[in-house]
């Protein structure tokens, strides 16, 4: 029994309960350790860790990353979690159920910065790398056992002890023998895991488990399957790959496919963006149009940032609207050419809230731009109907550079001051 040792990374032939070398009882021992070589790496409640390595006075206490009071968590650390405490949880709830603890607005910036270091070492170990957000990602280390001199498995004990030691921040991984195992392994012993699925114990291990494992089964698709009866994966065994299909469409074909582990889905280091999109939650409801406008505006300009800064433009732009109720109102409109200009998608975003009318107060907006294609392909010429828009693209690409040069504030549009 193929055996490995997390904190020194021996290895052995043999089932121990502790290394031989260093006494850890933190020894992995599979079967199939050795042979297999897709992962999934998932950062532990990755920006509360971050904000509790910048500042270790919070190492013991609960921390919970989000907006004010009428926001959501982002996320949580794990004492936060033992509260109760999960992520897109409203913080008034989460502050019901954990009223100790340090409330932290996100710093993005910080958290990038520490997610691309961790990049970087997942690029030493394989090119075939498809991040899924800032704190995990899928890994093929097929073929890389003869360029590193060890099999996939010591190499990725190797990542998070090089996460812990040099970044001080800790991950889980789940090894298995496709992406959708992969995951399901990396949730099963968090914090600090590392769990494998072998391809001989995979029916076996899925047979009696909830198909809520299933990565993208949300609570409407929960509900349906609920109604048809379906609640494990033994229950999805059941059923005929055609009534699955004719009941659940596309989805039935992809869970005939998970029900008995199949998933041919390779881990793609090119995964395209769909989206870009930014949102706020007030921290009073409100139906001021100077307010709202300021806002949007705001909005427009970093998903324009963004979209700049992956050479990306977009066809669709989208307003969401959320009203103090929690009903939700979304709209969205096709361009003529693709965009990248802040000046454009807060046009567009304007009309269409224009077109909702006064139906709020509103207590969450947001702005998106949609398929996304490469920058090359935007719109260059003018609008014959508004003589004015390629002047304000030429003031738009003038004020990037000088806020490329001097810094994001250097210069401001009046209505972003709202």
């Not at 490995?4 to 290394?19: F, H, K, M, P, Q």
């Not at 096709?334 to 975003?349: E, G, N």
Request: include cysteine; charged fraction near 30%.
């Amino acid at each position: 029994m193929p055996s490995l040792c997390r904190d020194c990374l021996a290895v052995t032939e043999s089932d121990i309960s502790r290394c031989a070398v260093c006494r850890s009882p933190r020894v992995l021992s599979h079967p199939e350790l050795f042979d297999l070589s897709i992962a999934h790496m998932d950062c532990d409640a990755f920006y509360a860790s971050v904000e509790k390595r910048d500042n270790p006075s919070l190492a013991n206490k609960p921390v919970i990353i989000g907006g004010g009071r009428r926001g959501v968590v982002s996320t949580a650390c794990y004492i936060a979690r033992i509260r109760g405490v999960r992520s897109a949880m409203p913080m008034f709830q989460a502050l019901k159920l954990c009223p100790d603890a340090v409330v932290i607005r996100p710093r993005m910036q910080a958290y990038v910065e520490a997610s691309r270091k961790i990049r970087v070492m997942m690029e030493e170990l394989t090119p075939a790398i498809e991040p899924l957000s800032l704190d995990e990602a899928f890994l093929d280390l097929n073929g890389t056992q003869r360029l590193h001199g060890a099999p996939p498995a010591v190499m990725l004990a190797r990542l998070i002890k090089r996460m812990k030691d040099e970044l001080g921040l800790t991950g889980s991984i789940g090894l298995s023998h496709n992406k959708f195992l992969a995951k399901v392994a990396s949730d099963l012993d968090k914090p600090r895991g590392f769990s494998v699925i072998g391809k001989a114990e995979t029916s076996d291990f899925l047979r009696d488990r909830p198909v809520r494992l299933i990565w993208g089964i949300g609570p409407a698709a929960q509900v349906s399957l609920d109604r048809a009866g379906i609640r494990t994966f033994a229950d999805l065994l059941r059923w005929d790959r055609t009534d699955l299909s004719a009941r659940f469409g596309a989805m039935g074909e992809r869970l005939w496919h998970l029900a008995r582990g199949q998933d041919r889905r390779r881990v793609s280091a090119h995964e395209p963006m769909k989206s870009i999109s930014n949102e706020t939650t007030f921290s009073e409801d409100t139906g001021d149009p100077d307010l709202l406008d300021g806002h949007l505006w705001r909005m427009a300009e970093k998903v324009a940032d963004r979209a700049k800064a992956k050479r990306l433009a977009g066809r669709v732009v989208t307003l969401k609207l959320k009203r103090a109720d929690h009903s939700s109102l979304s709209r969205r409109v096709a361009l003529r050419d693709a965009t990248q200009l802040a000046d454009t998608i807060y046009r567009t975003a304007r009309g269409l809230f224009d077109q909702v009318g006064n139906q709020g107060p509103y207590r969450l907006l947001g702005c998106g731009l949609s398929d996304l294609c490469p920058e090359s392909q935007a719109g260059k010429s003018g609008d014959l109907l508004d003589p004015d828009a390629t002047r304000r693209s030429q003031a738009e690409r003038a004020t990037d550079a000088i806020r490329q040069r001097f810094g994001t504030d250097a210069i401001l549009k009046g209505r972003s001051l709202r």
